[in-house]
């Protein structure tokens, strides 16, 4: 090594020392709040023990105890994450889709299970799929929706009608098993013309088996283990695990289907729908999408337009079981409002509205996402952070490669801005003057709040989750009366969120019977 050269590399090596130190300096995240190290698994830091608890437990009550920004020890030795809920923050992510995207080393996982859709999709090809798909669910083509919507409600309450009939009036049973087979129906008509027979068909048999086998697994140790070596090593994505496989099992059973409902809809591209608009795509040279790309966003839609609202559903059913006084409330709203349910009756029944909003403040399907920064920025904060030096920010600088938990359900139902009733159901909040904080206290999304999320990558299904929600419940609670029974429900964080009873998941047992009226 000559002189030259070796004062070349002492310089470089100093120049990139200074860089680092100047960098390190410059991470807010060094002095942020959050729950000690100590309390941390030195090998799994904060993460296994907020998996193991309730969904989301643990994020709320650290949300409560360290403010909106926090951060917590990652598994495996990975770079601490930052939890956030600062209203401010959580919309500049959001509105950024370039700068913050879903986990790269994520994506597998994510096509596994649901192939490379909207979901999976980044960039342009996101851009160019949603722009694709949007008009779908504007409201003009909603209103043509609202006959099979109403059928497959209809068809659910006579089930459970005949149900009761034939246990003497009342029976008592698993609802989430009904709440998806209604859901699943619908988004099978609505989107792709296609009949699932109300959970009957095999098909719908088959789906319902892998989704209950995939939400169990989903809770296990390996569910844990598989994202968090991924996370640290991420081209060991063909690692053997269990629960990789049967993610890509319910891919591989919703695939099957989504490639009949191909073929159905090549042989037949009369009706305007999800499925009609992706095939005829595929003549415009040049904007279309592939064979695959459509097989892929057949499984996407199937899956992301029914488990969601299915849940979520579900666990308002409990709800009103539990609190019989606004479960008449909503039955006597809905008789007398007597006529048919459709796009422009249902926003007139007010407290069916509040019912459902509570429902997603409180149990919103997807309780929480995951965004990691592109390249080094700063968040602006509405609320100022009180850092562990002492100093008081408003505003965060986050490094390149950092990694972001934003739990919806923890923002809120957060005591600090919602009142000390935060978690309660309670749908009186939304109707009552000053019941719901100001605005400016919210965060920007529908309603202000986040169970959609926001942006340009908000859920594109909302507005017919809500219509579909709103009608299936006004058409359920006009003719059955729901009671809580014995059992203990739970929550876990599983793909979804999930009711838990004695360890198994997609359980809530409620008694029905005849509403005592009719
Ligand atoms: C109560 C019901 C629903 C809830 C709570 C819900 C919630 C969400 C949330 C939070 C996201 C963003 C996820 C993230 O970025 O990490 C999302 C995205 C999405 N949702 Fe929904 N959703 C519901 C129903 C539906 C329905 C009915 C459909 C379709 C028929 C649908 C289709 C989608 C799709 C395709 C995306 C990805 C959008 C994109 O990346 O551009 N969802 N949903």
């Not at 994506?107 to 160019?128: C, D, F, S, Y």
């Not at 995951?370 to 700063?378: F, G, L, Q, S």
């Not at 919806?408 to 000390?420: D, E, I, K, L, R």
């Not at 169970?451 to 058409?475: H, M, Q, S, W």
Request: net charge positive.
């Amino acid at each position: 090594m000559t002189i030259v050269s070796g004062a070349c590399f002492i310089l470089l090596f100093a120049w990139a020392v200074a860089r680092f130190i100047l960098k390190r300096k410059q991470e807010d995240i060094r002095h942020a709040p959050g729950p000690c190290s100590e309390s941390a698994s030195w090998i799994w830091g904060h993460e296994l023990e907020a998996f193991r608890g309730q969904a989301l437990e643990y994020y709320s009550k650290w949300m409560f105890q360290f403010g909106p920004l926090f951060k917590i020890k990652a598994a495996l030795f990975h770079s601490d994450i930052i939890v956030l809920g600062d209203h401010a923050a959580v919309q500049h992510i959001f509105a950024d889709t370039t700068n913050y995207v879903k986990a790269p080393s994520f994506r597998p996982i994510v096509a596994n299970l649901v192939g490379k859709g909207m979901i999976w999709a980044e960039g342009e090809e996101h851009t160019q799929q949603r722009r694709l798909l949007s008009h779908v669910f504007a409201p003009e083509r909603l209103k043509d929706m609202g006959d099979d919507i109403l059928e497959c409600a209809e068809k659910f309450q006579n089930t459970l009608t005949s149900l009761a009939l034939s246990h003497g009036g009342t029976v008592t049973t698993n609802i989430v098993p009904f709440t998806s087979a209604c859901t699943l129906d619908i988004i099978g008509r609505v989107g792709f013309g296609h009949d699932l027979k109300f959970g009957q068909s095999a098909e719908a048999q088959e789906l319902a088996t892998s989704w209950k086998r995939t939400v169990n697994e989903g809770m296990t140790f390996g569910a844990f283990l598989a994202p968090a070596i991924i996370r640290v090593v991420p081209f060991i994505t063909s690692l053997p695990f269990k629960a990789i496989q049967t993610q890509g099992d319910i891919s591989r059973v919703i695939g099957k289907l989504a490639r009949k409902i191909y073929k159905e809809g090549a042989d037949n591209g009369k009706q305007k729908n999800i499925l009609s608009i992706l095939m005829k795509s595929q003549s415009k040279s040049g904007y279309g999408l592939t064979e695959s790309q459509i097989i892929d966003n057949i499984i996407t839609f199937t899956f992301a337009g029914h488990e969601t609202t299915s849940g979520t559903l579900a666990f308002t059913l409990l709800e009103l079981a539990r609190r019989p006084e606004v479960q008449k409330k909503l039955r006597d709203e809905v008789i007398e409002h007597g006529g048919t349910l459709s796009y422009d009756t249902v926003p007139k029944l007010a407290y069916l509205d509040a019912v459902v909003k509570e429902s997603l403040r409180v149990h919103s399907a997807i309780p929480r996402t995951e965004r990691v920064a592109m390249k080094d920025d700063v968040l602006p904060l509405r609320t100022p952070i009180t850092m562990r030096d002492g100093k008081i920010l408003t505003s965060f600088r986050v490094r390149k490669g950092q990694v972001i938990h934003i739990p919806f359900t923890s923002m809120q139902t957060n005591p600090s801005v919602w009142g000390a009733d935060a978690a309660e159901f309670k749908p009186e909040r939304w109707i009552t003057p000053g019941g719901v904080p100001p605005t400016n206290e919210l965060p920007h999304g529908w309603s202000n709040l986040v169970a959609f999320c926001d942006g340009p990558r908000n859920c594109i299904g909302y507005r017919l989750a809500l219509f579909e929600f709103k009608v299936i419940l006004a058409t359920l609670v006009r003719a059955l009366e729901f009671r809580p029974t014995d059992a203990v429900v739970t929550t876990k964080l599983s793909l979804t969120w999930q009711a838990i009873v004695d360890g198994e998941a997609g359980i809530i047992p409620l008694q029905i019977s005849i509403a005592s009226y009719s």
